[in-house]
């Protein structure tokens, strides 16, 4: 067996585990990734584009902005749209300057494999029996893992598991120490990417009697749909004709005038869930990103949670790597869990008050009277300059937490 070192071992190749990676290097702090797909695969996920404050001041600081920072949109508000009447939440305004930065997962992502690329930093795909090993005992924890046939160890001094829901990482933790909190929707999105002119400079969140739309983009050529469907359907269902039409029906009608359709390059159908898993460290062993929670993607919050948990991380390894400080390592599951049990409930907060639900799964409120509430609640929000306030401060992001 081939015995490797490095300090940190970071389990996933996604954009948590690269950013990670990035800024510890810039610390001087080695690290090897392994991902058990390849790189094409990993940059094959469609998936989130609307990124917090905090986490494009955390792509700089790890000198990988340089894309981001020229092709990036600056997205100063969003509207929320109900049965076709708009209302424009102004980000910028209310938070006294704070915005959102329109960039996909995808360039994010591929920004990261090609700087660490550069930097000549070890990465190790396709790999496959991963076992995490030692990571609560007294002595050093290790990674073994095989590649192409060969089995390999990567001793280390921290793990960091970043390859997330399906991953090794949380399963590593005993199932009596943790305790995992979950919520499934009655419902999913279908989203389908295409090249074509988005139908607005910003997004568009559209609570419609039919459901839920979303019009959201990825740059002024390429845009990114979203319509609520039943957890019963499937992509095969959906032509894209018969997608346009049912999104139309639902955005504002000078957004449905607006409308370019075309060829879809990507459909797909995600259900939606909240999980959080309990504690997010175990010995030496941190759990970040989608391995530790997931977020329904209404409130824009799930690749900015991870975000959050890799900056944290970064810190405490910094100053146990610095500042001979190991004992700052057990502040990271109570700091990591404060901001994503509040981006949680931000986001199950906005897919309640925008989705059609036509059912309810608590006992005590009837389907009507939660659609009443949900109005009820809506219209407040958005009511109010306070409202919007508090809205608008929760979308853009809380600053992150320091360490004590």
Same mark, same amino acid.
């Given at each position: 067996?081939?015995?490797?070192?490095?300090?940190?071992?970071?389990?996933?190749?996604?954009?948590?585990?690269?950013?990670?990676?990035?800024?510890?290097?810039?610390?001087?702090?080695?690290?090897?990734?392994?991902?058990r797909?390849?790189?094409?695969?990993?940059?094959?996920?469609?998936r989130?584009?609307?990124?917090?404050?905090?986490?494009?001041?955390?792509?700089?600081?790890?000198?990988?902005?340089?894309?981001?920072?020229?092709?990036?949109?600056?997205?100063?508000?969003?509207?929320?749209?109900?049965?076709?009447?708009?209302?424009?939440?102004?980000?910028?305004?209310?938070?006294?300057?704070?915005?959102?930065?329109?960039?996909?997962?995808?360039?994010?992502?591929?920004?990261l494999?090609?700087a660490?690329?550069?930097?000549?930093?070890?990465?190790?795909?396709?790999?496959?029996?991963v076992?995490?090993?030692?990571?609560?005992?007294g002595?050093?924890?290790?990674?073994?893992?095989?590649?192409?046939?060969?089995?390999?160890?990567?001793?280390?001094?921290?793990?960091?598991?970043?390859?997330?829901?399906?991953?090794?990482?949380?399963?590593?933790?005993?199932?009596?120490?943790?305790?995992?909190?979950e919520?499934?929707?009655?419902?999913?999105?279908l989203?389908?990417?295409?090249?074509?002119?988005?139908?607005s400079?910003?997004?568009?969140?559209?609570?419609?009697?039919?459901?839920?739309?979303?019009a959201?983009?990825?740059s002024?050529?390429?845009?990114?749909?979203?319509i609520?469907?039943?957890l019963?359907?499937?992509?095969?269902?959906?032509?894209?004709?018969a997608?346009?039409?049912?999104? +139309?029906?639902? *955005?504002?009608? @000078? $957004? &449905?005038?607006?409308?370019?359709?075309?060829?879809?390059?990507?459909?797909?159908? =995600?259900?939606?869930?909240?999980?959080?898993?309990?504690?997010?460290?175990?010995? +030496?062993?941190? *759990?970040?990103? @989608? $391995? &530790?929670?997931?977020?329904?993607?209404?409130?824009a919050?799930?690749?900015?949670? =991870?975000?959050?948990?890799?900056?944290?991380?970064?810190?405490?390894?910094?100053?146990?790597?610095?500042?001979?400080?190991? $004992?700052?390592?057990?502040?990271?599951s109570e700091?990591?869990?404060?901001?994503?049990?509040?981006?949680?409930r931000?986001?199950?907060?906005?897919?309640?008050?925008l989705?059609?639900?036509?059912?309810?799964?608590?006992?005590?409120?009837?389907?009507?009277?939660?659609?009443?509430?949900?109005?009820?609640?809506l219209?407040?929000?958005?009511?109010?300059?306070?409202?919007?306030r508090?809205?608008?401060?929760?979308?853009?992001?809380?600053?992150?937490?320091?360490?004590?």
């Amino acid at each position: 067996m081939k015995t490797i070192k490095t300090q940190v071992a970071i389990i996933g190749a996604g954009p948590s585990g690269l950013l990670l990676g990035q800024l510890l290097w810039k610390q001087g702090i080695s690290n090897i990734i392994l991902e058990r797909v390849t790189g094409e695969y990993v940059l094959g996920r469609i998936r989130a584009g609307i990124l917090e404050q905090g986490f494009v001041e955390l792509v700089r600081e790890a000198g990988v902005a340089d894309r981001l920072d020229s092709e990036g949109e600056v997205h100063e508000g969003i509207d929320i749209s109900i049965n076709g009447h708009r209302h424009r939440v102004d980000l910028k305004q209310l938070t006294g300057g704070d915005v959102v930065v329109c960039y996909g997962q995808v360039d994010i992502t591929r920004d990261l494999m090609e700087a660490r690329a550069d930097a000549g930093l070890e990465s190790y795909y396709e790999v496959s029996n991963v076992v995490l090993n030692n990571v609560k005992s007294g002595t050093l924890p290790s990674v073994s893992f095989e590649q192409g046939g060969q089995k390999l160890e990567l001793l280390c001094d921290y793990i960091a598991g970043c390859d997330g829901f399906y991953g090794v990482s949380r399963q590593t933790i005993p199932k009596h120490i943790r305790i995992e909190h979950e919520r499934v929707y009655p419902f999913g999105w279908l989203g389908l990417l295409s090249d074509t002119p988005p139908v607005s400079e910003e997004l568009i969140y559209c609570k419609h009697e039919r459901g839920f739309a979303l019009a959201s983009r990825r740059s002024a050529t390429r845009s990114r749909y979203y319509i609520q469907v039943s957890l019963d359907d499937k992509v095969e269902d959906w032509s894209d004709d018969a997608f346009w039409l049912e999104f +139309k029906k639902r *955005l504002p009608a @000078d $957004a &449905a005038d607006a409308l370019v359709t075309g060829p879809s390059i990507e459909k797909s159908i =995600a259900p939606l869930r909240s999980f959080v898993c309990e504690p997010m460290q175990y010995g +030496k062993l941190f *759990l970040v990103g @989608d $391995a &530790a929670h997931i977020v329904p993607p209404t409130g824009a919050k799930g690749l900015n949670l =991870a975000a959050s948990d890799v900056a944290t991380l970064y810190k405490i390894m910094t100053r146990v790597y610095k500042n001979k400080d190991t $004992a700052c390592i057990e502040q990271y599951s109570e700091i990591a869990l404060r901001r994503v049990w509040n981006g949680e409930r931000f986001s199950w907060w906005m897919s309640n008050m925008l989705h059609k639900f036509d059912t309810t799964d608590s006992d005590d409120v009837d389907g009507q009277t939660f659609k009443r509430f949900m109005e009820s609640e809506l219209g407040y929000y958005l009511g109010s300059e306070n409202g919007r306030r508090v809205l608008a401060e929760q979308y853009v992001g809380l600053p992150y937490e320091e360490l004590k």
